[in-house]
């Protein structure tokens, strides 16, 4: 049976991230058309996966007047632009994070969105881990004090490592701690870029500490974050958090997410669209992040 209320996207980019987008959204929702650079191997996928969906220019998707939603995963120097063409043509929209290069931008863009009553929503994914939802509830149980943030992984050299990759952890603290009290750029190392290793610290209103190390030119690949309370030591690692026994070198497992948290960050996302009050925690966490990328530099 066909569900007539099923709400109907466009996307714009087809790239790696924009493909996981689509195979997400394609379960929930009805993909009407999608767009992209011209990339030929990206729209032979396209036609080969989703023959549904019709490829097409990026004006015909802000002008069809069948789609509610605007999904938008391009180069981070193109967000301000297509965001505010999309609202202006009164969609809905998803983009991924960052939602502008400069807090100026991306204040404009929560304003138009207000004055249209349009939802404008961020793609912050790690705050869907169902790992970080578990450590939301710890908080509440035994005060947090101490997060190391360590992320090693290859590439994404076309955008910049504040706004690509910083930007994720400072989602991640925001959401946990509230805006940094203080926040610290130790060092910066540029080898590809001006910027591919990052070291930080930080400290919050409660007299959290954070440090935060990010390197993208490593032949290593993982995403810990070790987290002290006030009781215990635990680590998050992937889908995974464990839990120390007490000053021993093992770590248990105590808790394992069931689903990708873009599976439900995809989801959240339709049922914002679905709801009749419009909510901004979304805008105003990526309006916060960018504010403090924008103090570092």
Same mark, same amino acid.
């Given at each position: ?10 996307? =714009?980019? =087809? ?6 987008? $689509? ?41 069809? *007047?069948?789609?509610?939603?605007? #999904? ?14 999309? /609202?202006?043509?009164? %969609? ?6 960052? /939602? ?7 204040? @404009? ?8 009553? +349009?939802? +404008? ?20 149980? @035994? ?6 943030? @360590? ?14 990759? /910083? ?6 603290? $925001? ?12 060092? &910066?190392?540029? =080898? ?10 930080? &400290?919050?209103?409660?007299?959290? %500490? ?6 993208? #030119? &490593?032949? @290593? *690949?993982?995403? $810990? ?15 995974? +958090? ?7 070198? /093992?770590?248990?497992? $105590? ?8 599976? +439900? ?6 049922? *914002? ?13 990526? %309006?916060?992040?960018?504010?403090? =990328?924008?103090?570092?530099?």
């Amino acid at each position: 049976m066909v569900d007539y209320n099923m709400k109907k996207l466009g996307i =714009i980019g =087809i790239g790696r991230w924009g493909k996981n987008l $689509i195979r997400e959204f394609s379960k929930i929702s009805s993909i009407a058309k999608c767009s992209s650079n011209g990339n030929l191997q990206n729209i032979k996928w396209l036609n080969e996966n989703y023959p549904t969906i019709k490829f097409t220019s990026s004006n015909e998707i802000f002008s069809d *007047k069948k789609i509610d939603a605007i #999904v938008i995963a391009t180069p981070v120097k193109t967000h301000y632009k297509l965001v505010k063409k999309a /609202l202006f043509s009164k %969609k809905h929209v998803f983009v991924e994070k960052p /939602l502008a290069t400069n807090l100026t931008d991306a204040k @404009e863009l929560i304003s138009i969105a207000k004055k249209q009553n +349009l939802t +404008l929503f961020v793609g912050h994914v790690f705050i869907f881990d169902e790992v970080f939802k578990k450590i939301i509830q710890i908080n509440k149980k @035994e005060k947090i004090n101490y997060l190391n943030c @360590e992320w090693k992984k290859f590439g994404t050299f076309d955008d910049d490592i504040f706004l690509n990759l /910083l930007s994720h952890d400072l989602s991640i603290l $925001i959401t946990l701690l509230g805006k940094p009290r203080k926040i610290r750029l130790h060092s &910066s190392f540029g =080898i590809y870029t001006k910027s591919d290793v990052i070291y930080l610290e930080s &400290s919050f209103k409660k007299n959290e %500490k954070c440090h935060i190390h990010i390197n993208r #030119v &490593s032949n @290593e *690949k993982k995403k $810990i974050i070790t987290i002290a309370t006030s009781k215990n030591v635990y680590s998050w690692d992937n889908s995974t +958090l464990y839990k120390n026994k007490t000053k021993s070198d /093992l770590f248990v497992p $105590i808790f394992q997410a069931r689903h990708t948290p873009l599976k +439900l960050e995809c989801k959240n996302f339709i049922q *914002k669209l679905n709801k009749s009050k419009v909510n901004y925690d979304s805008a105003n966490l990526a %309006k916060d992040v960018i504010q403090v =990328i924008q103090g570092l530099k």
